[in-house]
């Protein structure tokens, strides 16, 4: 899962808290309606407040179809979502005493909300409504009617002073709950979210490392096989001679097998120089078609196919950065291809609109049906030999990581294809002429 796949199922857990919370308060402000209505005899004015819990409703029932959509839920809908909360609640204290009720500590709770949710910029807007809409509340305002309850200080008798410290401890109470409920289950969604970005970047720098060292193990394992193998049978022949040291067939001999050290040299001197920190540090910058021409003749010239069959349509005005672990992974392909057909392959290269595609067939006995099936895999070897069949899983993870995607399939009277498809800007630098 990617970071702002993460992000936006957190903003969108948020939501669905929201949308409790509104629940919540819809039912408070009825029971508390009902309550100041009916048994404390104090009159409200219905109507109005009605109509505020029905937009309250309303609004709930909009941002329920929005969390249970597909769409991606923003930081910006979230605050829009709390400013209407603090409209509505602006609206409620208005038609209930302004900022003489003591329910108006409840902007505090809009902004702890707005502090825990939201951007900085954003929560900061919620202070900035919510404050002013407190001093609002202070000026204008429609006063509460207390009838027989706004009297003066007669036993058992309510004044406003005892109804208002009620009040607030009440509003104290529920804004206390409310509080640890609910910014206690966003804290959790927040640490839930940010584990699970941690999780992602551990599995996206092991996956990067793990495509580079396999890559680097299955080509220095082709690269390799050649000379050591070389170096193996002379070393035989040498065991074998009865008078090595005058020998002079021996002089030659060495001769190679100081050729082929040089060789593995140079070969671990390339994995050195591939197992780099970024792209841009060890990448070479040419145009695409010669890139792609000295690839393959930096393999042609180490592993002598008997025929090739190379053509490249592609052309000299983009230039692109690649570094070798493309040009493994190219490798890994062409490998499979001669080890499948030794008496020959055919590697096709060209533009496709936006795209660089190569294509490599050979004349082998084609893929089984099960291994297309598990195609990209790892392990999924039809050699039949332990630790193999990472070559062709790794290649599909270097090209998927740069956007790109891999088909292979058996062709018509024998064969097999594999071709590669790689956005050119994930390699490009400039469409500019290379000089």
Same mark, same amino acid.
């Given at each position: 899962m990617s970071v702002t796949a993460i992000e936006s199922d957190a903003t969108r857990d948020n939501l669905r808290l929201l949308i409790s919370l509104r629940w919540l308060a819809v039912a408070g402000q009825i029971a508390a309606i009902g309550l100041v209505h009916?048994?404390?005899?104090?009159?409200?004015?219905? &109507?109005?407040?009605?109509?505020?819990?029905?937009?309250?409703?309303?609004?709930?029932?909009?941002?329920?179809?929005?969390?249970?959509?597909?769409?991606?839920?923003?930081?910006?809908?979230?605050?829009?979502?709390?400013?209407?909360?603090?409209?509505? %609640?602006?609206?409620? %204290?208005?038609?209930?005493?302004?900022?003489?009720?003591?329910?108006?500590?409840?902007?505090? %709770?809009?902004?702890i909300l707005g502090a825990v949710l939201?951007?900085?910029?954003?929560?900061?807007?919620?202070?900035?409504?919510?404050?002013?809409?407190?001093?609002?509340?202070?000026?204008?305002?429609?006063?509460?009617?207390?009838?027989?309850?706004?009297?003066?200080?007669?036993?058992?008798?309510?004044?406003?002073?005892?109804?208002?410290?009620?009040?607030?401890f009440l509003c104290f109470i529920l804004a206390s709950v409310? &509080?640890?409920a609910f910014v206690t289950r966003i804290t959790s969604n927040l640490r839930r979210r940010d584990a699970h970005l941690a999780e992602a970047r551990r599995r996206a720098a092991e996956e990067e490392h793990i495509v580079r060292i396999g890559l680097l193990a299955s080509g220095a394992a082709h690269e390799l096989g050649t000379p050591l193998a070389t170096l193996s049978v002379i070393l035989n022949d040498w065991q074998h001679m009865p008078r090595f040291r005058d020998d002079p067939a021996f002089a030659e001999e060495l001769a190679e097998m100081q050729t082929e050290i040089g060789r593995c040299k140079s070969i671990v001197s390339h994995i050195l120089m591939v197992a780099g920190e970024a792209r841009a540090e060890e990448a070479q910058r040419s145009p695409l078609s010669d890139f792609l021409d000295e690839m393959v003749e930096s393999w042609v010239q180490s592993r002598r196919p008997s025929a090739l069959d190379y053509a490249n349509a592609t052309s000299k005005g983009a230039a692109i950065t690649g570094d070798g672990v493309i040009q493994q992974a190219l490798f890994n392909v062409l490998d499979n291809a001669l080890e499948a057909s030794p008496t020959g392959?055919?590697?096709?290269?060209?533009?496709?609109?936006?795209?660089?595609?190569?294509?490599?067939?050979?004349?082998?006995?084609?893929?089984?049906?099960?291994?297309?099936?598990?195609?990209g895999r790892p392990f999924q070897s039809s050699k039949g030999e332990a630790g193999r069949g990472l070559g062709l899983f790794l290649t599909i993870n270097v090209l998927r990581k740069l956007g790109g995607d891999i088909e292979a399939g058996n062709l018509q009277g024998g064969g097999a294809f594999v071709e590669l498809r790689l956005p050119l800007e994930a390699l490009a630098v400039d469409y500019a002429d290379v000089a």
């Amino acid at each position: 899962m990617s970071v702002t796949a993460i992000e936006s199922d957190a903003t969108r857990d948020n939501l669905r808290l929201l949308i409790s919370l509104r629940w919540l308060a819809v039912a408070g402000q009825i029971a508390a309606i009902g309550l100041v209505h009916l048994w404390l005899g104090i009159s409200l004015p219905l &109507a109005e407040m009605g109509l505020v819990v029905l937009f309250l409703v309303g609004l709930n029932l909009v941002s329920l179809h929005r969390a249970l959509s597909a769409v991606e839920v923003t930081q910006t809908e979230l605050g829009i979502e709390l400013l209407l909360d603090v409209a509505a %609640l602006t609206l409620q %204290l208005y038609l209930s005493g302004g900022a003489t009720n003591p329910f108006i500590s409840l902007f505090l %709770l809009q902004v702890i909300l707005g502090a825990v949710l939201l951007a900085p910029p954003m929560a900061w807007v919620i202070v900035l409504v919510t404050s002013l809409s407190f001093i609002w509340l202070t000026h204008f305002y429609r006063p509460i009617d207390f009838g027989t309850h706004a009297g003066g200080h007669h036993h058992g008798e309510r004044t406003f002073f005892d109804l208002h410290v009620q009040g607030m401890f009440l509003c104290f109470i529920l804004a206390s709950v409310l &509080a640890v409920a609910f910014v206690t289950r966003i804290t959790s969604n927040l640490r839930r979210r940010d584990a699970h970005l941690a999780e992602a970047r551990r599995r996206a720098a092991e996956e990067e490392h793990i495509v580079r060292i396999g890559l680097l193990a299955s080509g220095a394992a082709h690269e390799l096989g050649t000379p050591l193998a070389t170096l193996s049978v002379i070393l035989n022949d040498w065991q074998h001679m009865p008078r090595f040291r005058d020998d002079p067939a021996f002089a030659e001999e060495l001769a190679e097998m100081q050729t082929e050290i040089g060789r593995c040299k140079s070969i671990v001197s390339h994995i050195l120089m591939v197992a780099g920190e970024a792209r841009a540090e060890e990448a070479q910058r040419s145009p695409l078609s010669d890139f792609l021409d000295e690839m393959v003749e930096s393999w042609v010239q180490s592993r002598r196919p008997s025929a090739l069959d190379y053509a490249n349509a592609t052309s000299k005005g983009a230039a692109i950065t690649g570094d070798g672990v493309i040009q493994q992974a190219l490798f890994n392909v062409l490998d499979n291809a001669l080890e499948a057909s030794p008496t020959g392959i055919s590697v096709r290269a060209a533009e496709e609109g936006e795209d660089l595609v190569i294509r490599v067939t050979d004349q082998g006995p084609g893929f089984a049906p099960d291994a297309l099936a598990q195609l990209g895999r790892p392990f999924q070897s039809s050699k039949g030999e332990a630790g193999r069949g990472l070559g062709l899983f790794l290649t599909i993870n270097v090209l998927r990581k740069l956007g790109g995607d891999i088909e292979a399939g058996n062709l018509q009277g024998g064969g097999a294809f594999v071709e590669l498809r790689l956005p050119l800007e994930a390699l490009a630098v400039d469409y500019a002429d290379v000089a």
